[in-house]
């Protein structure tokens, strides 16, 4: 093989590997900016876990459906359903064991 077909090759090897090293790393930086497991809100209406289940503080039944709740004004409270035996992410509280709020029961 002459020595620059030889040199070629390296060259696009050595090109390739650095994308390859490029990709899996672009890639694991946008696992560290994944968002959390669960982050609460409090601009949308939420569905409840359960009917049975008050809505948290900051938060109200909208006119006649007991599926969900609304944030009262902008200054609610962030909150996300979760399962009853799950616990709730840090800076979160556990409300009515069925809800996880920015604001302490």
Same mark, same amino acid.
Request: aromatic share 6%.
């Given at each position: ?29 946008? /696992?560290?900016? =994944? *968002? ?6 409090? +601009? &949308? #209406? ?6 049975? $289940? ?18 009262? /004004?902008?200054? =609610? *409270? ?6 009853? +035996? &799950? #616990? ?6 556990? $409300? ?10």
């Amino acid at each position: 093989m002459p020595k620059n077909e030889s040199r070629s090759r390296l060259l696009i090897a050595g090109t390739l590997s650095i994308a390859n090293l490029a990709l899996v790393g672009s890639l694991a930086l946008a /696992g560290l900016g =994944a *968002p959390v497991h669960a982050q609460g809100q409090n +601009k &949308e #209406t939420i569905v409840k876990p359960t009917r049975a $289940v008050a809505c948290p503080s900051g938060w109200r039944t909208p006119d006649g459906d007991t599926s969900l709740c609304e944030p009262m /004004g902008t200054l =609610a *409270p962030k909150i996300y359903a979760k399962k009853e +035996k &799950e #616990t709730c992410a840090d800076g979160y509280y556990e $409300v009515y064991r069925l809800w996880c709020s920015t604001k302490k029961p």
